[in-house]
């Protein structure tokens, strides 16, 4: 991607980045799952995260999500912190994740899905009530108009009234894009996304998480074990090892890093 142009206040200040974690630190037992990791991730932009396995990317998602705590460390959305804000206030300040593994509502339809999810970041209806009696409600013109907009740009208007458990692996990746999307966050953090596709699939799918960048002018933060994946779609690409920060840079700079060759293209088979 072509680097996006730094962010202003009216001051002419540059504004803080969408999400950032400061010297977080987590661990388990005497374990330190991660070591005093700090990230940024900047308006319109996409950083990978990447690093062998047990490296910490999932324990880092759960701290910028909000499932884990750090101690210590903090966790910023727009320069303010979050830091012990459960999951959903995140959800509704502009933060979005998706799982390594689909979660889908087996009966919903993909179209219900976002709607759902639209709905509820939206905070139209509880949860529960929208959940049983979604094809009841009377759709508002907003909704329609988002929900329409994401299944064509995701190729997903063909089947946007099957059911999600009838769907292949690879449409459920596009309706956990989809819906992740539907909310109009500000920052997605996406977890292992190619999990289980083929080569075909794999670049469909990033040809939709390109789009959805440049689109939707969301930021994508993208841990991925596909180190290519990574490198084609990220302006900027963040290596763990062992909890740590080992590198950081553009892709060029994590292909040709030495400590990155050995921690982790030494390690895994890649591209």
């Not at 709607?115 to 905070?123: F, S």
């Not at 509880?126 to 009696?133: A, M, Q």
């Not at 979604?134 to 329409?148: H, N, P, S, T, Y």
């Amino acid at each position: 991607m072509a680097a996006a142009a730094m962010q202003t206040n009216g001051r002419g200040e540059p504004e803080p980045p969408l999400l950032e974690a400061c010297g977080v630190t987590v661990r388990f037992g005497g374990l330190a799952a991660l070591d005093d990791v700090s990230i940024r991730v900047e308006p319109g932009r996409i950083l990978g995260v990447v690093g062998p396995n047990g490296a910490g990317k999932t324990t880092l998602f759960g701290v910028l999500s909000g499932l884990l705590q750090p101690s210590p460390g903090e966790v910023l959305i727009e320069g303010q912190r979050v830091t012990h804000l459960p999951p959903q206030e995140r959800a509704r300040r502009g933060l979005a994740r998706t799982f390594q593994r689909a979660h889908l509502f087996a009966e919903l339809t993909v179209r219900e899905h976002l709607e759902l999810t639209y709905r509820w970041l939206h905070g139209r209806q509880s949860y529960l009530r929208d959940l049983v009696g979604l094809g009841a409600r009377v759709r508002e013109d907003g909704e329609r108009e988002r929900v329409d907009r994401l299944l064509q740009s995701l190729g997903l208007t063909q089947v946007q009234h099957q059911p999600a458990n009838s769907l292949p692996l690879s449409t459920a990746r596009l309706v956990e894009v989809g819906r992740a999307l539907a909310g109009t966050p500000k920052v997605v953090l996406f977890d292992e996304p190619s999990s289980g596709l083929d080569s075909r699939e794999t670049e469909q799918l990033a040809s939709v998480l390109l789009r959805a960048c440049q689109d939707e002018g969301v930021a994508l933060v993208l841990v991925e074990h596909d180190f290519e994946l990574v490198l084609g779609l990220s302006d900027r690409v963040d290596v763990l090892d062992f909890g740590r920060l080992i590198a950081s840079g553009t892709p060029a700079e994590i292909r040709a890093d030495p400590a990155v060759q050995a921690a982790y293209i030494g390690t895994e088979r890649v591209g």
